[in-house]
């Protein structure tokens, strides 16, 4: 028998736009030194899966453009086939926030659509849930260890005789006490809360469990709630209350309320509900260069179909768009969410400003790994996540969503962060990218994972809910799977369980709190 030969691999790059300069490795494995492009240059090393190629000789200070954007500047010249990294590259200056371009792109013409539903849950304020749960909300981070004691035990006792609510969930936080409650800024935090606690998918049910001594006290985290100091309320278990004795009544004070709500929440069921009732935050985290070019354009796509269908969608993330400015405000629907957008990249650079850091602190080791040198080039990619469609409204951070179509929610990049902050804005169905593979997953709403790599769905094929890598390959298109993520969004709201909450992962909420520590 004679050995199989090796297989040899037709390189592949991906260049996306006409007159970029830089195209991306397409090859799981990246591609040796001496590979002949087709109609392009013979590589002069060996360059990594997703990281970049000098399509033509770059002179030193030339311009490195992708997405037909100058991502950068090169240190030293670049041959033709060279490998284009951070290191050979000079990051350009943020664009300025004066004399930006205001209404000027063109609107697309894009049809309605109509005859889309599915199957939720509606609420009395008008809200749609796509899940059924009991939310176990807190005023401040010092009864944390109660509440969970007191989770464990509704999972375990309570839950399973009320087979109409798909779970129970702890709104942890680290927030409440040891902070200037009043300070600039510390509004958002409550906000944020005060919000979350109102998301469609917990049905208007939400309990409150409180310490008694804390600055965050119930009246303030929720006025509308609990206004009357004094007066006990159905819904607030306050651990120093004097009819608690020992450990074991306030637990038992937990769970005999939580069963008041699961009652209720039982009697709920779903019904057909248009697709204009969703509201969809987008999403990238462990971003790779292959996120703008494969997994963040079919959410796109996916966008402009649900925003026709009348839906809500929110993209965020200051710093991943900061340096994309003037598209958003030459998208903008009026010259107000103009403004609107330009105030938030304004705060938010007076924000790094006084943290001394700066822009170029967002991109991570892992995102430079996976092929994006800087923050330009991440943030062309984060993008076109939001689709074509122009942008209807911002959302301020802590704040819930009051209009409909394609939303700018402002929050910070972080994953969980963001996700906690589009939450509060009423987001009832979550899009998360990964190109790198981060196991994120939010209780509170269905996430459902996008892999910008064939190699990544592969390898984590328990976690990737959708395989947006067949783009890369040619196997899919664009369109064809921002068709299938839009009918898998419909699914999900419906009731289809995604990955993350088949294996039930979970991580706490993460508050944005630029008011001082004290």
Known sequence: MHPARPTVQVPRMIRMREGDNVAIVANDRGLPAGARIPDG??????????????????????????????????????????????????????????????????????EPLSG????????????????????????????????????????????????????????????????????????????????????????????????????????????????????????????????????GSMIDDILAMAEIHLERLNQRRRETCPASDLVVGVQCGGSDAFSGATANPAVGHAADLLVRAGATVMFSEVTEVRDGIDQLTARAATPKVARDL???????????????????ANTTPGNKRGGLSNIVEKAMGSIVKSGSTPIRGVVPPGERARDKGLLYAA??????????????????????????????GLAEVPVIKVATRSDLARRWHDLMDIDAGRIATGEASIEDLGQELFERILDVASGRKTWAEHWGIVNDLVLFNPGPVT
């Not at 929050?411 to 509060?424: I, N, R, S």
Request: proline letters at 8%; glycine letters at 10%; charged letters at 20%.
């Open 342 to 360: 330009i105030r938030e990249m304004a705060w938010y650079d007076d924000y790094l400003q006084r943290g001394q850091a700066d822009r170029s």
């Open 116 to 247: 889309h539903t599915f199957q939720g849950y509606r609420n009395a304020d008008g809200s749609v849930g796509t899940r059924n749960i009991l939310a176990i909300a807190m005023t401040v981070q010092c009864v944390a260890g109660v509440a969970d004691i007191a989770l464990d035990r509704i999972r375990r006792e309570l839950l399973p005789r009320y087979p109409n609510v798909d779970g129970v969930v702890a709104l942890h936080h680290g927030y409440g006490c040891g902070v200037a409650i009043d300070a600039p800024g510390a509004s958002i935090p409550v906000k944020t809360l005060r919000h979350i606690a109102q998301n469609p998918n917990f049905g208007g049910e939400v309990m409150l469990v409180s310490l008694g001594c804390e600055k965050l006290q119930p009246e303030r985290l929720m006025p509308e709630r609990f206004q009357d100091r004094g007066a006990a309320h159905p819904d607030l278990v306050r651990l120093q209350d004097e009819r608690h004795v020992g450990f």
């Open 411 to 440: 929050t910070p990049a972080g994953d969980f962060v963001c996700g906690t902050l589009q939450l509060a804005a009423g987001m009832n169905v979550h899009i998360f990218t990964t190109g790198r593979g981060t196991p994120y």
């Open 41 to 110: 240059p013979t590589l002069l090393e060996a360059i990594p899966q997703g990281h970049k190629v000098a399509l033509c000789d770059i002179p030193e200070d030339g311009a490195i453009v992708r997405y037909g954007v100058v991502i950068g500047h090169a240190t030293r010249p670049l041959p033709a086939g060279s490998w284009v990294y951070e290191a050979v590259m000079r990051m350009p200056p943020a664009p300025s926030l004066d004399a930006l371009p205001i209404c000027t792109a063109p609107v697309p013409d894009l």
